[in-house]
């Protein structure tokens, strides 16, 4: 069973501050996501990483993918009010051979924004 | 708005009651998806369905029963469920892609359900 651990679980800062959360796991991944789902909604991804030591920019967020494509981190700067929402990793095994892709979900990292 | 639609986005059933959630997508994929959403747990896989066929069926307890008409409509069939089935029951939808990379997976908003 490949398992995503995710750290923080809850995570509590000011606005305008930085943080990092984590995505951590002992298998390789083909490729990692993060969504984030807000309340009363499904999740929505936010990112794609396939690359070992991959990192993509999404404005404010900093999304890197570790060398041995076991790892993941999520790094926020100058954290909003609308970030607030749980960010869910996902690790792919590729491709079933049956036309569709199963994706393993970390718990997720709970983060509210306070004004 | 992620072109995956859900019914109902409530229900609350009592453990002998027979209801179906159902799930629309509206934008061409082939691949859907249902998933079980608990408090502190991860997500779960239940069924994956391509093309219409059953993939994959996770050690789903019967109780739950699936059906995809067509590429756009998936349904989870419930019955006899037990207080702790209650949940948030996700459909999603992806397009069949590159084998090296996990496809994007549109979610709906869920169907919280809960038993009592």
């Known amino acids: 069973t490949q398992l995503l651990e995710q750290s923080p679980q809850f995570l509590s800062i000011q606005e305008g501050e930085n943080l990092t959360v984590y995505c951590n796991s002992s298998?390789?991944?083909?490729?990692l996501q993060w969504y984030r789902q807000e309340p009363g909604e499904g999740p929505v991804l936010l990112v794609t990483v396939v690359t070992g030591g991959e990192v993509k920019k999404l404005k404010r967020l900093t999304f890197q993918f570790g060398d041995a494509r076991k790892d993941s981190s999520l790094h926020i700067t100058a954290a909003q009010p609308g970030d607030t929402g749980l960010y869910l990793c996902a690790g792919s095994r590729g491709y079933s051979g049956a036309g569709s892709y199963q994706l393993t979900f970390g718990k997720g990292t709970k983060l509210s924004v306070i004004p | 708005e992620t072109g995956v639609t859900q019914t109902p986005r409530h229900l609350v059933m009592g453990m002998t009651n027979k209801k179906s959630l159902k799930c629309e997508q509206h934008?061409?994929?082939?691949?859907m998806y249902w998933y079980k959403q608990s408090a502190k747990k991860p997500l779960e896989l239940m069924f994956v369905?391509?093309?219409?066929?059953?993939?994959e069926n996770n050690s789903v307890p019967s109780r739950f029963s699936p059906e995809c008409p067509n590429s756009s409509h998936l349904f989870l069939h419930l019955h006899t469920l037990q207080p702790e089935d209650s949940a948030l029951y996700l459909c999603a939808s992806s397009l069949p892609g590159l084998a090296l990379v996990g496809n994007e997976q549109f979610f709906g908003p869920g169907t919280r359900l809960t038993v009592l």
């Open positions: 934008l061409g994929h082939n691949a």
């Open positions: 369905y391509n093309f219409k066929e059953q993939t």
């Open positions: 298998s390789v991944f083909s490729s």
